[in-house]
């Protein structure tokens, strides 16, 4: 068989004629490539569009790679042959794809099977549109008339993106651009990022795709409800909520305030029970009357301008799924979401208390994950995973699902020796994880003592923190009960809360962090701010101290509560000594207006520094002398140090906690703070991190405030240091100015760093 290489730029250009510009592109490209690949008797055909604003490739159509593959394989300009052809503007033919010091290898698309590349940018002008790829099994294969032939098809591709762009009036592929994280490992394993770790097992179940798929949903037209059976759903309904709301309550104190209040208030709404009751009434079936009418509230609230009212679908939509199952006579077990993993675009920390209260397994959440969704689910011990918009939309609702969401996987339809794996796994994490392992004190090789303390992020990590026997709490982010309430919380409902959090720790160092939102920490109920960089905005103490009633009613809270407890107070995202003076101001004038009112309260109550910033860095030593002790909130250090968002997949394989500047930063903070006899600890990730741990203990950190489920691992790491080693090692690790360098020191001693965030 011959190539023919004529015939396919004159298909191609019928292909792309104008009459084809408004169908859909993905099918146009699909159907290119098809061609292209049948006519050169190419064993792979590929395109790849560029964006021009991220400076990457994305591969978007392709004839024998894995079809998962697209969306998600993405090449930086200059990366790998193709990345090349497209940044040098010229094409890439090589007889040996594998022998390429260009060549980039991705796992599972089964590109290593084809060893001829040739690649041809597609170009307008100067300007980048893609790349068109041919690749096949013989090296060798492509011949100088195959590049000219795919010149001429890539010129016309060039114009047919470009019209595609006209017409849609929006950058090429702005409705798929891809969500956090990666590509597919095969069919059935489906790779994502982890943000709140655990396994999880149970069926699919797509929040957005609608009302009532969740369990054995009914044909919609089934029929015989009367009037008076939907009178006993909505009955049974209401007292499924309240009974619901009273656990929660229980258990989740500080933020479950009326969670399903929307709930109830939907229901007892004439307008929507009645407007059921008479659809039923003129002859429509039940379950549809339902559906009718949640769809219409759905509506209406998601067009709202208010995001308080826009919130409201998912309760409403859970509303409709309770009133269907209800009216169906199901019982009241199944009426939660237990057994099922719940694939979400985006949820609000409250949904993820709802949905936690009502026994969901897991999460997999398809737009970018806020640190405090991470965060309350690791809270909650609820796994969550990250995954690209067009891997979760791929899932079928109702299949079985494993996640791994350590690792980030996510299996579909597992084999028996998937679940056999992670059995064992689980049992294995159960074993490093036991509380009963962990003593009382923690000791260094050679005796020298460390601290170990808990960050609260909820009142339900009060438990954990006592079974793991953490020395006080070294952080209490107190923003989540304000984050699930509709208004800032009146002083004496957070005294209620922090009070609890001092009692329980029995006199225990309790440390409060004040308000840290902003950032990717929005409060529904704030949103005069509408910002371009949030964070470099108006986040933590800055709001905090422009704020002054909000701020001055959480430090009046955490005085009284900490009357006669050993309680500090920090403040985040301080920049200069003049916050922190600004800050601790105001704590002064509160202190005043307490024992004005006589109010008890204590004068002792210590204030301290969150160091999270460069300029803070640099002013360390009079923050210092200023402050009474400095927390190293790393997450945040490594974020604005290195210029990296810390929600941004893009970019996660920036986010490097290794990087000398981070070594150098965390060593300047700890030098300040010893010098001055003041006390030093650190509370962000980088403090469980058990390659790091060495690092941290030799320049001198001796407090580590954790995600207490971690005692265990950091303590057992600590015991095997001897704090002389831990400081040779340091040293030597400050001395380094180069990442690879450091990743090369720790990798000798069986310390590889976390490749990302
Ligand atoms: C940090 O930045 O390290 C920190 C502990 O604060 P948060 O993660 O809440 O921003
Ligand atoms: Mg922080």
Known sequence: MKKRNVDLVCDIAELISLEEVGRDRRELLQKVVTSVAKHMMADVCSIYIYDEEEKVLTLRATQGLEPAAIGTVKLQLGEGITGRAVRELRPICVGSASQSSSYKFFPGIHEEEYEAFLTVPILRGLRRIGALVVQARDANYFTP????????IAAQLATMIENVQLLSGARVEAEAEPQPVRRTLSENILRGRSASTGTA??????????HAESCLLPDPESNGHTVADFELAIEKTAQQIEKLQRQTSEELADVAVLIFSAHLLILEDDQFTGRISNLIRTGTPGVKAIATVVDEYVEVFSKSKMPLIREKVLDVKDLGNRLTRNLLNETDEECDYRGQIIIAHELLPSDILKLSA?????????????SHNAIICRSLGIPMVALARELADGI????????DAE???VYLKPSDEVYAKYRELDAAWKVLHDAADVKEETRAKCGERVHIYANINLLSDLKPARKFKAEGVGLYRSEFPFIVRNDFPPEDEQYVIYKKLVDQMEGKTVTFRTLDIGGDKMLSYYSNVNEA??????????FSLRNKDIFCQQLRAFLRAGAEGNTRIMFPLVSSVD????????????MDELEAEGIPFSRETQLGVMMELPSAVEVVDELAAEADFLSIGSNDLIQYMLAVDRTNEQVSSLYLAHHPAILRAINRIVSAAMTLGKDVSICGDLSADPRMLPFLLGVGLRNFSIDIVNAPTVQRMVNNIAIKDAEEMADAMLDLGRISQIEAFLLERNLAPAAEA
């Open 533 to 542: 960089n949030p964070f470099l905005g108006m986040r933590a103490i800055r």
């Open 579 to 590: 916050d922190f003076i600004n800050a601790r101001t105001i704590v002064y004038e509160c």
């Open 145 to 152: 008339n195959d590049v000219k032939a795919l010149r001429a």
């Open 396 to 403: 079928p609702d109702g299949e079985a699902l494993l996640m």
């Open 358 to 370: 009502e026994n969901v397994e897991g999460f997999i959440i398809s737009s970018g994950v806020t």
């Open 407 to 409: 690792q980030g996987i």
């Open 201 to 210: 097992r149970g069926k699919a179940y797509t929040l957005a795709s609608g």
